[in-house]
């Protein structure tokens, strides 16, 4: 990992605030067509257009194109997600079941707080949860049943009334039985064996196997995310998730071993994934990337954790905790890492992040799977003004105007005349004829 000194550098490698989100300029969307053999906004447009025109013949068609799977029908039948529990290792069902009733126990109680919320403002406000939301789970190549619970489970707490999965099938044309399981034990009503943009695009606009939902969540990849982004509008969003990342602030009293291992972890997930570690020791520096170079090349998946190091992973060495914090809020990670003495005064200052981990026993991992909170965060910078998926995203407010005798004798003459101001007479004329 390169290792840079001192604020300045620090700072002008790690300031994103003009490229906070996902947004592609025309260079960069030129390069990543170049690295991708295809131009992914068109791509994504096209198969759009093709599930809207030509429904799930559309789907089953790029299911078989992009996943090599040759289906006849889209959706995963019962008997086959009933079954999928006894087909895993006990130990998994059981650590799932776990990680479950963690995310449950922490929605729900947030939940609770929503509503006592609403109480209090006196019934000014009505709280309804969506009707029918879709959620995404990447999957193919590898699986992930974290996901599954991480985004229904929050939807279920939140009253949604159907939760609808889309996942890409492997070859064999199946869904992998933890992530059935992990929908069954969530409570998801339908699950479909597609993915890409056209799963997204069955559950924007519906097809004859596909219900159209009212949002969709879940993370994907680039062809995903930008499928996501063009059909905004059409229903709601969750956000636009890009490469996963971790940013750590340490001193000279953090463990070299923890802290190399999350780094280690996150470059583990995707060759884009980006590892940052802020110290103010030199020592701590040096011992973390000496650890992480001689361990990265005993891992399964070395040579994607190599090319994340190399394209994203940064050691930054400053004079104080105070210059760490400012980067950190600078930068907006997905992940802050607090590896520091006394780690919770520090809380107060942090106000840009998606999650934050404290505590020398804190690992990202736990988020990723069994803390509580979903592992559903915002990236790219989009911390600044996004907030983890959670309960609130299930759910809209409904604003509610009582006005009696009092109310319009009080406020009535004031509305006419700002309504008389902006040269709309018959908004003047509907309260006045009140105040007769």
Partial sequence: ??????????????????????????????????????????????????????????VLGYTLKFDRANLSKLEVGQPE????????????????????????????????????????MQGKQLIRPLERVGLYVPGGKAFYPS??????????????????LVTPPGANGKIPAPTLAAAQIAGVDRIFACGGAQAVAALAFGTKSIPKVDKICGPGNIFVTLAKKAVFGVVDIDGLQGPSEVLIVADQYANAEYCASDILAQA??????????????????????????????????????????RDNGLIAVVDNINEAIKLANMYAAEHLCLLVKDSEKYLPQ????????????????????????????????????????????????????????????KLGQAAATIAKAEGLECHAEAVLKRLE
């Fill in 147 to 164: 996901t599954v619970l991480m985004t229904a489970i929050p939807a279920r707490e939140a009253g949604v009334k159907e939760i609808i």
């Fill in 350 to 409: 942090i106000n840009h992040a998606g999650c934050i981990f404290y505590g020398e026993k804190a690992s990202v991992v736990m988020g990723d799977y069994v803390a509580g909170p979903s592992h559903a965060l915002p990236t790219s910078g989009t911390a600044r003004f996004s907030s983890p998926l959670n309960i609130l995203d299930f759910v809209k407010y409904i604003d509610i105007v009582k006005v009696d005798k009092q109310d319009i004798a």
């Fill in 1 to 58: 990992m390169k290792i840079i000194r001192g604020f300045a550098q620090a700072e002008k490698r790690l300031s994103r605030r003009d490229k906070a989100g996902f947004f592609l300029d025309e260079t960069e969307r030129t390069e990543l067509a170049r690295r991708l053999g295809v131009d992914p906004e068109k791509a994504v447009n096209g198969i759009i257009a093709d599930v809207r025109k030509q429904g799930d013949e559309a």
């Fill in 268 to 309: 583990e997930h995707d060759a884009l994934a980006s590892s940052i570690l802020i110290t103010t020791s030199e020592d701590l520096a040096n011992r973390v990337n000496d650890i992480v170079e001689s361990k990265a090349d005993t891992c399964s998946r070395r040579d994607i954790i190599k090319q994340s190091l």
């Fill in 81 to 120: 997600i009933q079954q999928a529990a006894s087909e895993i290792p006990a130990e998994l069902f059981e650590a799932l079941q776990l990680a479950a009733s963690q995310i449950r126990a922490y929605h729900r109680f947030q939940k609770e707080a929503v509503w006592k919320t609403a109480e209090i």
